[in-house]
């Protein structure tokens, strides 16, 4: 073991689970997780990792939170997984048509896919930028691309998926200037089976709905080999890249 650190926001995410299990069978990194639902690390298996729960995700809570994190014995993060993610929930459900668009959902989903990534950057940025190389993947979605958008609908999933790779795409211009060892990757994971996808999982073609072990394994390679060279990546679970 060294004294590298794996950093899970959102990790009641079951992809941000599948992460968190193999990080600890490979012992290859110290583990920090960040969740508002902390019960799944209360097992003895993450006896060895930190466990932080927040109470929402306000600014202040995220600084807090990472305000903390500075006080542990010298930990190096060289990894961290932003998961937040929400496509439907009982207030919201992605929409077929313009009628269906509801200024509530879409601030819903927008403040939880984009918003809250995105101060994660704001407050984790001081914090790793230095001579550790540190990549930072925030989870996005193909939906996001602009460029690959054939079926429209989804209106705010879509927009916050795309407003989230912008973000992450400006970062890393601003990043190679002044963290040049942060390297951001917006990934797509495909379709997973989670409490995400449930819904709409009847439709997906047969081996294409991804168990979050298979996605965890394939995104720990493309970490491992992701080069820190001052851009962004937007790629999805095969490495392959996705068109902005
Ligand atoms: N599953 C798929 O098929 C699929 C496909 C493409 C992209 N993705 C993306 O992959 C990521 C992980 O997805 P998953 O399938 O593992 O999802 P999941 O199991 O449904 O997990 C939901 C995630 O969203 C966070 N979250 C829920 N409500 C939130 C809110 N109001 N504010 C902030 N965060 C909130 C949760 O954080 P807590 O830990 O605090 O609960 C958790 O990290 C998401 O970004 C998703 O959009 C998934």
Redesign the pocket.
């Known amino acids: 073991m060294t004294n590298q650190t794996t950093l899970i926001?959102?990790?009641?995410?079951?992809?941000?689970k599948a992460l968190a299990i193999k990080i600890i069978a490979d012992n290859s990194s110290n583990l920090i997780v960040?969740?508002?639902?902390i019960s799944f690390y209360q097992q003895s298996t993450f006896d060895s990792a930190t466990v932080i729960p927040?109470k929402s995700?306000e600014e202040l809570a995220i600084s807090n939170t990472l305000a903390s994190i500075k006080k542990l014995p010298t930990l190096l993060i060289s990894q961290v997984f932003i998961?937040?993610?929400?496509?439907h929930?009982e207030r919201c459900q992605p929409e077929k048509r313009l009628e269906d668009f509801s200024s509530e959902s879409f601030s819903?989903i927008i403040?939880?896919?984009t918003l809250?990534p995105m101060l994660w950057l704001k407050h984790l940025t001081p914090m790793l930028s230095g001579k550790n190389p540190c990549k930072i993947v925030v989870?996005?979605?193909?939906?996001g691309s602009i460029s690959d958008n054939k079926l429209g609908g989804w209106y705010s999933?879509r927009a916050s998926?795309a407003a989230m790779n912008m973000l992450v795409k400006s970062a890393a211009i601003e990043l190679a200037r002044r963290a040049k060892n942060i390297k951001l990757i917006s990934?797509?994971?495909?379709?997973?089976?989670?409490?995400?996808?449930k819904p709409?999982q009847a439709n997906v073609p047969e081996g294409k709905l991804?168990q979050?072990s298979f996605v965890a394994e394939q995104l720990f390679t493309i970490t491992a080999n992701a080069l820190i060279d001052g851009d962004a990546s937007y790629v999805d679970w095969q490495g392959k890249a996705i068109s902005w």
């Open positions: 926001i959102g990790a009641n995410s079951e992809i941000a960040i969740s508002r639902d927040i995700y998961c937040h993610g929400i496509l929930n819903e403040t939880a896919n809250t989870f996005t979605a193909r939906v999933y998926k990934f797509h994971p495909g379709t997973t089976d989670s409490p995400l996808s709409f991804f979050p």
